[in-house]
C-alpha cells in the first residue's frame, strides 16, 4: 500500500535521485501506475511486454501535462566506417501513452483480456494482475545527434510491483448498499 510509511512511494511521494548524472537536484518522481491482465500466476514482469502473456489494461497518471514517454537506447551503425555516419544510431521506445487525466485509485474489471470469443468474466475462474508504479525526469529532452539530455526519462517500480488474484463470485444478495466506487 503506498499509505504506508514504510513504502518507497508513501502517500505517492516517490522521488529518487537520478545517479546517471552530476547534478544533485535532477530526481525521478512518481508519475503513474500501470495496470496489467496476466494470462496465469507465473507471469514476470520481465514478460509484461509480451502480448501472449500480459496485457495492459489500465495506464493511469498525475494530471500535470506528460503525456507520453520515451526511452532511448542505441544500436551500433552497420556503416560505421563511413566518416559521414555516426557510430551509433539512436531510437526511441514509447513506455507510456498517458491519458493526463489524473490518479484513478480504482478499477472496474468487467473482461477477461485472454479470452476467445465471449470476453465476460467467468465466476469462481481465477484472474491475475500485476499493479507496476512509474516515476519520470526529463531533466533536458534528449537530443540523438548531440547525445545531450535524458535517456530514460521513464523508470518502472522495482519495489513497489504488486500481484493480485482475484476470483469473480456471483451477487446473491438482492440489496446491495453501495455501488461501484462508493466506499
Known amino acids: 500500500s503506498n499509505d504506508e510509511i514504510i513504502s518507497n512511494n508513501k502517500f ?10 552530476d547534478n544533485d537536484t535532477v530526481n525521478y518522481v512518481f508519475e503513474g501506475y500501470k495496470v496489467y491482465q496476466l494470462v496465469n500466476s507465473a507471469v514476470s514482469t520481465q514478460d509484461l511486454d509480451d502480448v501472449s502473456k500480459a496485457r495492459l489494461i489500465l495506464q ?11 526511452n532511448w537506447t542505441a544500436d551500433k551503425n552497420p556503416y560505421e566506417g563511413n566518416p559521414n555516419q555516426p557510430s551509433l544510431l539512436w531510437k526511441a521506445t514509447r513506455k507510456v501513452a498517458g491519458a493526463d487525466k489524473g490518479l484513478q485509485s480504482t478499477i472496474n474489471v468487467l473482461e477477461d483480456q485472454f479470452a476467445k470469443g465471449d470476453r465476460r468474466l467467468v465466476n469462481h475462474k481465477q484472474y491475475h ?13 534528449f537530443n540523438p545527434e548531440t547525445v545531450l539530455g535524458q535517456r530514460t526519462p521513464y523508470l518502472e517500480g522495482r519495489g513497489n510491483v504488486e500481484r493480485y488474484t482475484f476470483t469473480p463470485r456471483p451477487i ?10 462508493e466506499g
Open 60 to 70: 493511469t497518471d498525475i494530471k500535470n501535462g506528460i503525456t507520453e514517454i520515451f
Open 129 to 141: 494482475f500485476i499493479v507496476l508504479a512509474y516515476a519520470h525526469n526529463n531533466y533536458l529532452e
Open 12 to 21: 505517492l511521494s516517490y522521488r529518487e535521485r537520478d545517479l546517471r548524472t
Open 172 to 181: 446473491v444478495y438482492d440489496n446491495l448498499n453501495a455501488v461501484y466506487g
